[in-house]
């Protein structure tokens, strides 16, 4: 298995812009995370799902930030309008009930709002 | 909800020394805790984990103890060495790997 695959690595976007960032979790995994990674705040969980279903998303900022699972395959969050306080790593995991491995983690996107 | 704390944030020792990371935790229903490493500018790995069934696991040089009643786990590193330089975080969850609250990152440098 590839794991979890995410696009794109970088992206630069002016203020105001709407962004997407996409996520391809390892198959058989029933489990999907957004987490944002930031010098100040560190890893924070933006959004869980269970079997494409978001279970909390209490994690999203605000409005500007919704995510969604179509198909256990693949899923995106999306901000809109971007603004440069959203600037960070958004990193997605997966993992899988009963595995022993734990989360594993995509290589991340870095996103610039400029 | 969960919190995770974790000190010290910055860590420096000698190439060969003992490195000990701590965490504490708040929720009593946490039962999973992992660590992770993450090298500059790449994804965190998972590099050991202990569930609340377990006071202590080992694999190599790494060991990671858990204290349930007092609610803290500890991560040792022995011998350390250059590439253990990184960042490490622990987490806490419940079952089922749900939602695992991450602790804000301990930055080791080994020095040779």
């Known amino acids: 298995d590839a794991g979890v695959i995410q696009s794109p690595r970088h992206e630069v976007t002016e203020m105001g812009q709407e962004v997407t960032l996409r996520c391809k979790p390892i198959?058989?995994?029933?489990?999907l995370f957004w987490y944002r990674q930031t010098m100040m705040r560190g890893l924070e969980l933006l959004i869980y799902?269970?079997?494409?279903?978001?279970?909390?998303d209490s994690g999203m900022p605000e409005d500007r930030f919704s995510a969604k699972m179509p198909n256990a395959s693949f899923s995106t969050l999306k901000i809109q309008p971007s603004e440069p306080r959203d600037s960070a790593v958004y990193f997605c995991?997966?993992?899988?009930?009963?595995?022993?491995?734990?989360?594993?983690f995509g290589s991340g996107t870095r996103l610039t709002v400029v | 909800g969960e919190n995770v704390e974790q000190h010290p944030s910055t860590l420096s020792v000698q190439e060969g020394d003992s490195a000990v990371i701590k965490c504490t935790y708040s929720?009593?229903?946490?039962?999973?805790f992992p660590w992770y490493k993450q090298e500059l500018g790449k994804r965190p790995q998972l590099i050991i984990d202990?569930?609340?069934?377990?006071g202590e696991k080992k694999d190599q040089r790494i060991a990671v103890t858990l204290n349930k009643t007092a609610k803290h786990f500890s991560l040792h590193i022995t011998e350390t060495q250059p590439e253990d330089s990184a960042v490490y975080f622990c987490?806490?969850?419940?079952?089922?790997?749900?939602?695992?609250?991450f602790g804000t990152g301990t930055r080791l440098l080994v020095s040779p």
């Open positions: 987490a806490g969850g419940g079952t089922g790997f749900q939602k695992l609250v």
């Open positions: 799902f269970n079997n494409n279903v978001p279970i909390d």
């Open positions: 995991a997966s993992s899988i009930r009963g595995s022993n491995y734990g989360y594993t």
């Open positions: 929720d009593s229903a946490s039962n999973y």
């Open positions: 202990i569930r609340s069934n377990v």
């Open positions: 198959s058989g995994h029933d489990y």
